[in-house]
């Protein structure tokens, strides 16, 4: 089973600042990567699937990148919306599909 | 708009059944695989079960596999999951998803808890 690894789990940006969260597979995934996020009550959002492919409807200001085990996930001009729990999960090896356990992102 | 719409949870025993259901609706339910995956209070997401559009394949994680049986009825455009032998650590909100790969809508969820 493929492990993934989120850091940090919880980060404090301001509004209008860019945050940079991580997203680290335990082998060799290719660009397998898929990135939500969840808002407190609310079911997971699909925001970035292939590592780096926005989802219909997802703002310009969330990209992602990385291939191999090292993925990023950036948002750029923080919106007061943005502040969320974020989970990566591959499907390179599956089943299981393997989350992350999330980042945080807090308003600083 | 794709919709899903999770029903079935409850308080129940540890030892118990419950079946969860999940209702589709804006998508032709029978041309997509479905997928439970569910989260316990305070922690992060873990996938459970997979099937496929005409139920030829499903796949189960190992923490429910002999415990949980996903299933759908195409024609009423239903996805379930049959609950037995549930345990404390089973209490979680459980979600359906769509999708291969990555899942693109979701439900809101239903509340199990086990718990005696």
């Known amino acids: 089973e493929i492990v993934m690894t989120q850091s940090p789990a919880t980060l404090s940006v301001s509004p209008g600042e860019r945050a940079t969260l991580s997203c680290r597979a335990s082998?060799?995934?290719?660009?397998?990567l898929v990135w939500y996020q969840q808002k407190p009550g609310q079911a997971p959002r699909l925001l970035i699937y292939r590592a780096s492919t926005r989802a219909a409807g997802i703002p310009a200001r969330f990209s992602g990148s990385g291939s191999g085990t090292d993925f990023t996930l950036t948002i750029t001009s923080l919106e007061s919306e943005d502040f969320a729990v974020y989970y990566c999960?591959?499907?390179?090896?599956?089943?299981?599909?393997?989350f992350g356990q999330g980042t945080k992102l807090e308003i600083k | 708009e794709a919709q899903l719409v999770e029903s079935g949870g409850a308080l129940v025993q540890p030892g118990g059944s419950l079946r969860l259901s999940c209702a589709a609706s804006?998508?032709?339910?029978?041309?997509?695989?479905m997928n439970w995956v569910r989260q316990a209070p305070g922690k992060g997401l873990e996938w459970l079960s997979h099937i496929s559009s005409s139920s030829n394949t499903i796949f189960d994680a190992d923490s429910v596999k002999g415990r949980f049986t996903i299933s759908r009825d195409n024609a009423k455009n239903l996805l379930f999951l049959q609950m037995d032998s549930l345990r404390v650590e089973d209490t979680a909100v459980y979600y359906c998803?769509?999708?291969?790969?990555?899942?693109?809508?979701w439900g809101r969820g239903t509340l199990v808890t086990v718990s005696s």
């Open positions: 804006g998508f032709t339910f029978n041309s997509h695989t």
């Open positions: 999960q591959q499907y390179n090896n599956w089943p299981p599909y393997t």
């Open positions: 082998q060799n995934i290719n660009n397998d």
């Open positions: 998803a769509r999708g291969v790969r990555w899942f693109d809508y």
